[in-house]
């Protein structure tokens, strides 16, 4: 495997981790806001949180999709 194709598989590989790494953050800040309740403002930064997931999940998928364009080298 040529030198570009391992910096493409290190990025995606990257990529993945700070995708989860943001979805977990995004999950446990959504528990601790909702789980005090009572405030607008804390349901509104839960919600958001929810479109950071979403968004998070989306960009995964996009990963994926790119990862399977990048030809792999015969061995």
Known sequence: ???LQMNEFGLAESLESALAQINALASVAHHTISSTG???YLDEAAQLLITIKNLSADAERYRNEWESLIP???R
């Open 1 to 3: 495997m040529n030198q």
């Open 38 to 40: 009572g405030s607008v």
């Open 72 to 74: 792999r080298a015969r």
